[in-house]
């Protein structure tokens, strides 16, 4: 009991939890807004696998992590890409193709993987070290778990304002999720609906591919197959969870990448846990907090619709 | 006299507009004048083109042929902003605005102030005055009947500054007094040098504003004329080609008995949780339609809900044939025979995706959960049900949204009527469909009268509520006036009792609260 | 061409497109193996061989055929209610633990009885594992997208604690799996080419299809599938539809995951199914979500898999080059079934697969 307490107050629980949510809030926030246009993009963990992929590539072929990171999240865009064009140009059932993309994106990037770096052998990655900002790092507890980071956990602070403003202080926000209620009534105002989501779409394949740079040049520092887990689907119930609000998301996130931090903190203790079981607690408890909001969420009303002109 | 033989140039032209979707011609070869200063009707039919046509002129649908002319140059308006950046704007039929941002943000959304959302709200309450806009800028789209959304449309396309200004329908959702109110408002903006053109299929709307007339039938047009130039007579028969036979309504005399339908003391909410339905009373006898007339958005929605066993009232009782309704779900195990008849057939009527044999076997009579389906005996006996109700094509495999409105209503009737029900429940059973299903699905009903059912026919079309009704209720704010012998009211007296007015009141018909006939 | 030509001309049709997005999947195959250095003409032959080259062969295929095949039957199911199931890999652990636990425990049973009763405590468990998604989309209306995810990361650790502790296979072996299964319950082949669980699934194939084309069940399904609005002004209890097609759907799973344990793996372990959920839903869509489709998509994509498996070993070809292949089908099948692509192209059995319609509620 008293070591689980002093886990439990420990910075380095929460400062493993900040790390374990910041590709969950960059997929998310990326998501809220194709979703408040009315695109369901099912394909995020596509989206986060080929970024993480992409990153490792370029950052080991350039020897340049911020090159590894841009060409992560163009790959990240260019798999958003053709779900764009499947959703909003042919019109294609949105849900199908992102499950389509997760598939080939698995075994592309696991067969690119056995076939560039041979038997999979991924050669040293230079990736993102941890960036102490000055003066802040040094406050007691917050510095730890904020301020002595990768520096893309201070890109993720600054995202979710201005993400926030985008969507409810610009023009282009409020047209974007006039988008997601009602494209119809956008397109007779003259307002390119198709050009809006594919914005959208974009924004979402370059975060979640972020996402997945995060977590491939910043935390696990290598490629393996599959290495986005499931992040996708888990930003997708953040989405929800957040009621499509970028600040809420961070809540959101948390709570999953909380409890993860949690069960893998607890797995080094000898406590004797059942540590499988505990990792099953995140999951559960997204589940239930899911079933717990939403009664209480509306979600734009043409989500998933495809829009044509009759 | 028209601006061409002045030498001046219309402001607005289409010419040989040809517009198809898949075989079906919308447009064929229309040619349109529109004169600044003037209003000018678009009549038809319902499918006659008219939406389609303003809609190539809008951007929102592509011309296969022809041109179009715009203050004397051409033009081809690839989406609306093209048509909206040259001064046109169009209201439509049900009013496209965004129903869960507020007024403001729809202004903002359309172009209207500076950009912001407080600039919209200063704008929106400056130009209130100008047009008796009253409207909290605040409030959500959604929370605002049907008229204030079209308020709302109107403004944000007076404010754009357009010069021609279409309106599709727009008098289907308003009382009597909101459309004299717009019309004037119309008129107001013609007389200011602009234009107008009104899609409507209403005569009596055709003589009461448009300057010039243009009747289109079939996708073609038939002609255009000065207002006085032709007689009502002459512009019907132009839209339809020949005059409907009116709806033969044999009056029998039926002797006194128990209600087979009837409504007690009912209440129900709306969608969004706001009473929708309070204290309603009706009951209907065999062998009589009972008219339940209104405005929409006045708890027809509810009420039909109610009646069609698809949930119970919050308070009071529907009971059939003396005894309490249950649940659609268990109507077969409890031996009712209601027909029901939705205002959507395409969306409840209907699984527009399943072919006609298969919509032949829905609702609360179709076979049981564990009931093996015999396909082919199925199939042979939705043929002849779809022959004997004249569907076309009478093809069991045809998806159900593959028929026009009129053939998917007699689907719907095919279905509904296979169980001989002793009611009905109609709603808007003729809402969309061309003349001829109109009198069709009218005469069945009628019919079906004759042979002694109960009829509950709920609509907002008053033409169809007095040429069809017995007794005639008027559903206002959820509440049902009445109901009135049909012989003792004036269609005037109804459309006072749809505004909410007191009929009683008035001096022209005092008898009529009198001749409630007392339930 | 009449309407009724036009019915006809919709099934060869349809079957067109996907042979259609299939060969556009093979091209995108050979451009993978070209870029990966390998001989196409010998490449493509040892898959061939690998798949049903020998007697071996043709019984492997079939063993890995019949448990996805039956996963991707229940997706087709859920289908049809217009549902997403993704959690047949959670399912089929489920359906695999609820097996393993009776094949261990009740070894006194004859083969024949304890074979039954496992399989059926395996649907059961199944069934209510994927319960949870409908009665969670029935009553409160959460995406069973998302919720099927989340049960099968839950699935996934709780038969990893399971088989890392409490029925672990006490012999102490290296590996997390339970014990073997008595020989008595497993499953064999007939003739050594025709396994038993091949047998099973062609059997379950008929009864979905006769449950799905010819009930009043399968036409509520159905019909509540392509209108949930239409379906409950009828007066069906939409809810219950839901939930009753996801627990056929997690049953069918998880008959897959007792017929994977009896006939092919006979452990549980905690890589007893990777990734065989999302391979499912694949097969169950490129078969159309009908059973008769899915049972072909099935075979097709389990040759394929099987196929690359061995020749893994005889031509180094990498095992993910079967993924590839599985989502190129997918991808190419939407392209084939755009309206923009092919204006009448669409529907024959659960519309809406491929394309969104306006009146579409996801998720």
Redesign the interface.
């Known amino acids: 009991m008293q070591e689980f307490l002093e886990i439990l107050g420990s910075a380095a629980l929460y400062a493993a939890a900040v790390r374990l949510l910041v590709p969950l809030l960059f997929a998310a926030i990326g998501e809220i807004f194709a979703e408040r246009a009315g695109l369901v993009n099912v394909g995020l963990e596509a989206m986060m696998l080929m970024g993480a992929f992409g990153g490792v590539l370029g950052a080991v072929d350039t020897g340049s992590a911020v090159l590894g990171l841009i060409i992560g999240v163009a790959c990240g865009v260019t798999v958003a890409a053709i779900q764009a064009a499947i959703a909003i140009n042919l019109g294609g059932n949105q849900i199908v193709s992102g499950i389509a993309l997760n598939i080939a994106v698995l075994g592309l990037t696991s067969f690119l993987a056995l076939t560039i770096w041979r038997n999979g052998n991924v050669p040293p990655v230079p990736g993102f070290g941890i960036l102490d900002l000055p003066a802040l790092a040094s406050i007691p507890f917050l510095g730890t778990v904020l301020f002595r980071q990768t520096v893309f956990v201070y890109v993720a602070i600054i995202a979710v304002p201005v993400a926030w403003w985008a969507m409810t202080r610009t023009t282009w926000g409020l047209r974007l999720r006039a988008c997601g209620e009602d494209p119809r009534a956008v397109d007779s105002l003259g307002i390119p609906v198709l050009g809006l989501r594919w914005q959208t779409m974009l924004i979402a394949g370059a975060l979640a591919g972020l996402g997945g740079v995060f977590i491939s040049l910043a935390d696990v520092m290598t490629f393996s197959n599959d290495i986005s887990a499931g992040r996708g689907f888990i930003a997708l119930a953040v989405v929800i969870i957040a009621r499509w609000s970028p600040v809420k998301a961070v809540f959101a996130a948390l709570l999953f990448g909380g409890l993860e931090a949690l069960a893998l903190r607890l797995q080094t203790t000898n406590l004797h846990l059942p540590t499988d079981l505990l990792l099953a607690l995140p999951y559960v408890a997204t589940l239930l907090v899911y079933a717990g909001v939403v009664g209480r969420t509306v979600a734009p009303a043409a989500l998933g619709r495809s829009y044509t002109r009759a | 006299m028209t601006g061409l033989e002045q030498g001046m140039r219309p402001l607005a032209r289409l010419q040989g507009i040809v517009k198809r979707y898949g075989d079906v011609i919308a447009n064929d070869h229309v040619s349109l004048e529109i004169e600044a200063g003037e209003v000018h009707a678009l009549l038809g039919e319902n499918g006659a083109g008219k939406t389609t046509l303003m809609n190539v002129f809008?951007?929102?649908?592509r011309a296969d042929a022809g041109w179009l002319e715009f203050e004397g140059r051409e033009t081809a308006p690839r989406?609306?902003?093209?048509?909206?950046?040259l001064g046109i704007g169009?209201v439509?039929q049900h009013p496209?605005?965004?129903?869960?941002?507020t007024v403001a943000?729809n202004l903002?959304?359309?172009?209207v102030g500076d950009?912001t959302a407080s600039g919209v709200r200063a704008a929106a309450k400056a130009t209130a005055s100008a047009m008796a806009f009253d409207v909290d800028p605040t409030a959500r789209m959604d929370s605002l009947p049907v008229s204030q959304r079209q308020r709302v449309e109107i403004f944000r396309c007076l404010a754009r500054g357009v010069k021609l200004l279409i309106l599709d329908e727009p008098t289907a959702v308003l009382t009597p007094a909101e459309v004299s109110e717009l019309f004037g408002r119309l008129r107001k903006f013609a007389d200011e040098g602009r234009a107008v053109v009104l899609i409507t299929h209403r005569l009596s709307e055709v003589v009461e504003i448009a300057d010039r007339v243009t009747v289109l039938r079939r996708g073609r047009k038939v002609g255009t004329w000065p207002r006085g130039a032709v007689s009502s007579d002459e512009l019907a028969t132009a839209m339809v080609g020949r005059m409907p036979e009116p709806v033969a309504r044999p009056r029998v005399s039926k002797g006194i008995e128990t209600p087979r339908l009837s409504a007690r003391n009912c209440s129900g909410a709306d969608l969004h949780g706001q009473v929708g339905l309070e204290s309603c009373e009706l009951d209907v006898s065999g062998g009589e339609i009972l008219g339940v007339a209104g405005v929409e958005g006045n708890g027809q929605t509810v009420l039909a809900e109610l009646l069609?066993?698809?949930r119970m009232p919050a308070t009071g009782t529907i009971e059939v044939e003396g005894r309490p309704m249950p649940?659609?779900?268990s109507?077969l195990s409890a031996g009712i025979r209601v027909g029901?008849i939705?205002a959507d057939r395409s969306?409840?009527?209907?699984?527009?995706?399943?072919p006609l044999w298969?919509n032949l076997?829905?609702?609360?009579y179709?076979?049981?959960?564990?009931?093996?389906?015999r396909?082919k005996a199925a199939v042979s006996r939705a043929r002849e049900v779809l022959e004997s109700f004249d569907v076309r094509?009478p093809?069991p495999?045809?998806?159900g949204r593959?028929l026009s409105g009129g053939n998917q209503q007699k689907v719907v009737l095919a279905r509904e009527l296979s169980v001989s029900p002793r009611t009905v429940v109609a709603v808007n059973p003729t809402r969309g469909l061309d003349l001829g299903a109109q009198s069709d699905i009218q005469r069945r009903l009628s019919d079906l009268r004759s042979e002694g059912v109960a009829i509950v026919l709920i609509s907002t079309d008053l033409d169809e509520i007095m040429a069809l009704s017995d007794r005639i209720g008027v559903l206002y704010k959820g509440t049902v006036r009445g109901p009135y012998a049909r012989t003792k009211v004036t269609r005037e007296d109804i459309g006072r009792l749809m505004a909410g007015l007191d009929v009683a009141s008035t001096e022209t018909t005092p008898a009529v609260a009198a001749e409630q006939i007392a339930s | 061409m009449t309407v009724s030509d036009a019915r006809i001309a919709r099934i060869p049709g349809a079957a067109a497109r996907t042979l259609l997005a299939i060969a556009g999947a093979m091209a995108v195959g050979a451009v993978v193996l070209a870029l990966a250095g390998l001989p196409l003409a010998s490449t493509f032959v040892s898959i061939a061989e690998g798949a049903v080259g020998s007697s071996f062969a043709i019984r492997e295929w079939l063993t890995e055929a019949a448990p996805i095949t039956l996963t991707a039957l229940g997706v087709a199911v859920a289908f049809r209610a217009g549902l997403f199931n993704l959690g047949g890999e959670g399912q089929i652990y489920i359906g695999a633990l609820g097996g393993v636990m009776i094949a261990l425990t009740l070894t006194s049973l004859p083969g024949a009885v304890l074979i039954i009763v496992a399989s059926l405590a395996g649907m059961i468990a199944a069934g209510m594992w994927g319960g949870i998604a409908g009665v969670l989309r029935a009553r409160l209306g959460l995406s069973e997208i998302i919720t099927t995810i989340m049960l099968n990361f839950s699935a996934f650790w709780l038969v990893s604690y399971l088989v890392h502790g409490p029925i672990e296979d006490p012999h102490g072996t290296r590996y997390p799996w339970t014990e073997e299964i008595v020989a008595r319950a497993q499953l064999g082949s007939v003739g050594g080419v025709l396994p038993i669980v091949a047998i099973v699934l062609a059997g379950v194939t008929v009864v979905v299809w006769a449950v799905l084309e010819r009930t009043g069940v399968g036409l509520r399904i159905k019909h509540c599938g392509l209108s949930q609005t239409a379906s409950r002004f009828a007066g069906v209890r939409v809810g219950g539809v839901v939930l009753l097609a996801m627990v056929l759907a997690g049953s069918l799973a998880g008959l897959g995951g007792v017929m994977s344990l009896l006939g092919d793996q006979h452990r549980l372990s905690d890589f007893f199914a990777p990734e065989w959920g999302f391979v499912a839903v694949a097969i169950a869509l490129i078969g159309r979500g009908t059973a008769l489709g899915t049972l072909a998509a099935g075979l097709f994509i389990a040759a394929v898999r099987s196929g690359v498996d061995q020749a893994q070993a005889t031509a180094h070809v990498p095992s993910s080059v079967a993924e590839i292949l599985l989502g190129a089908v997918v991808l190419f099948m939407i392209i084939a079934n755009a309206d923009v692509v092919m204006r009448y192209a669409r529907r024959v059995s659960v519309s809406g697969l491929f394309t969104t319609r306006r009146h579409a509620g996801i998720p």
């Open positions: 809008y951007g929102l649908a989406s609306p902003r093209d048509a909206i950046s169009m439509h496209l605005v965004v129903g869960s941002l943000e903002l959304l359309g172009g950009g069609f066993g698809l649940l659609v779900s109507w029901r939705p969306a409840h009527g209907l699984v527009p995706d399943a298969e076997l829905t609702g609360p179709a076979p049981g959960w564990l009931s093996t389906l396909r094509p093809d495999y045809a998806l593959e």
